[in-house]
């Protein structure tokens, strides 16, 4: 499920760095950048230190086999990553 609100109702302020990423990297914004800064006092600045965690904190597996893991239960998921 995809919401709308995550491609429009982002402050100007946002919306900018948002383009500025898609200029720098010829990639659009990923929709977990959206998620997490939208709204942030709800969602974004609550999670975001648990996904650092987990993504880059202590474990057995490396970061990079964390990321592709990530990514094959996204598309495992049918969900882009």
């Not at 499920?1 to 919306?15: D, I």
């Amino acid at each position: 499920m995809r919401l709308e609100v995550l491609n429009s109702g982002h402050t100007l302020r946002k919306k900018a760095l948002f383009a500025m990423i898609r200029v720098m990297s010829r990639h659009p914004v990923p929709d977990v950048v959206k998620t997490l800064t939208y709204r942030p006092e709800f969602f974004g600045a609550h999670m975001n230190p648990v996904f650092q965690e987990i993504m880059r904190g202590p474990s057995d597996w490396s970061v990079g086999e964390r990321e592709l893991m990530a990514a094959f239960v996204s598309k495992t998921n049918e969900c882009e990553f």
